[in-house]
């Protein structure tokens, strides 16, 4: 038996428009930032990465770019890489000023 962990970065399906959000968080907007600025693979490329993956034998199935980034910035930052991605998503997620 063989096992192979997959690491999704962002996949361009509904995951976010199906979530169940904080009270007080505007899941919509979430969504939105998720579809515009996240979902970079499509199903179809994240499966095929999968597949080729598991056929290989590999442990570990990395898929996108940004699963790629988020790997390498966790190895050389530890577990606070996720202190830095939270920074990140708060200024993705603040309003842009109306001019």
């Known amino acids: 038996m063989t096992l192979t962990v997959v690491h999704p970065g962002g996949?361009?399906?509904?995951?976010?428009?199906?979530?169940?959000?904080?009270?007080?968080?505007d899941?919509?907007?979430?969504?939105?930032?998720?579809?515009?600025k996240l979902a970079r693979t499509t199903p179809e490329k994240a499966a095929e990465v999968i597949f080729d993956g598991m056929l290989a034998?590999?442990?570990r199935v990395l898929v996108g770019g940004d699963?790629?980034?988020?790997?390498?910035?966790?190895?050389?930052?530890?577990?606070?890489?996720?202190?830095?991605?939270?920074?990140?998503?708060?200024?993705?997620?603040q309003p842009k000023p109306v001019e």
């Open 57 to 59: 034998g590999k442990a």
């Open 27 to 36: 899941g919509a907007r979430t969504a939105r930032l998720f579809d515009k």
């Open 67 to 93: 699963a790629h980034l988020l790997h390498t910035v966790a190895k050389v930052l530890g577990s606070r890489y996720q202190d830095l991605v939270a920074k990140r998503y708060d200024s993705l997620a």
């Open 11 to 25: 996949i361009k399906t509904a995951i976010a428009r199906n979530a169940r959000y904080a009270e007080g968080e």
